[in-house]
């Protein structure tokens, strides 16, 4: 596709339970990032990945949050032993270089129980 | 500490009117300044994307304003049209190592009939 895509769209899940989430960049796109957006406030940064360097995880909020990056592509994010107050809508992003525009998914909304 | 503070938190205008909308910022070093459109359950749309040297830039009804020196930038949207009913969300790149985004909280823009 010609877009950011993620999924899966939606997630609901129990507290304590582990999931994944995906994104697809635009091909080509050497920068790549996640941020997490709860109701009706802004976005939150999470991690950036920019080309093979180290990520920038300086987002990450606690130890149970954690992304890769495979072949320089695909990415996803991985939160253990969820809490409820992970509930949020979790966004990438992707952009040709660090200094052009992101283009964004639609996002995952994950809820736990 | 690097800040961006959008005002007002939220607007309501009638269909066909103009508003502007105001970013005010401490970023240092300055690298550019974006504007991007958030409609409700999407992910935001650039707008637009200033360098320290531009001072307007147009996008269709959407104009921006930069002026460095006071760090100030404003979104101006002529002939609103309900369409333009979304959060618009100001973005500073600060020129570090990693290009460091910070994000505004929003202006949430409601258009009325």
């Known amino acids: 596709g010609a877009g950011v895509s993620q999924s899966p769209s939606n997630k609901v899940t129990e507290k304590g339970k582990d999931v994944e989430l995906r994104c697809d960049p635009i091909?080509?796109?050497?920068?790549l990032y996640w941020y997490r957006q709860s109701l009706g406030q802004g976005l939150e940064f999470l991690i950036y990945f920019q080309g093979n360097s180290a990520p920038d995880k300086s987002g990450l909020p606690s130890d149970r949050f954690s992304a890769e990056r495979t072949g320089g592509s695909v990415s996803t994010l991985t939160i253990q032993r969820t809490q409820q107050e992970d509930s949020a809508v979790y966004l990438c992003?992707?952009?040709?270089?660090?200094?052009?525009?992101?283009?964004f998914g639609d996002g995952t909304r994950l809820s736990i129980l | 500490k690097n800040q961006v503070e959008q005002s007002p938190q939220s607007l309501i205008i009638l269909e066909g009117k103009n508003c502007t909308l105001q970013?005010?910022?401490?970023?240092?070093?300055?690298?550019?300044l974006r504007w991007y459109k958030q409609d409700t359950g999407r992910g935001p749309v650039s707008l637009t994307i200033m360098t320290f040297s531009e001072n307007t830039k147009s996008n269709g009804r959407y104009t921006a304003t930069l002026d460095a020196d006071t760090k100030q930038s404003s979104l101006h949207i002529t002939a609103s049209q309900l369409s333009d009913s979304a959060s618009y969300i100001c973005v500073v790149s600060a020129l570090t190592g990693n290009y460091q985004l910070i994000w505004g909280a929003g202006t949430k823009l409601i258009i009325k009939p």
């Open positions: 970013c005010n910022y401490t970023v240092s070093p300055f690298s550019n």
């Open positions: 091909s080509g796109h050497t920068a």
């Open positions: 992003a992707s952009s040709l270089t660090p200094d052009q525009p992101q283009h």
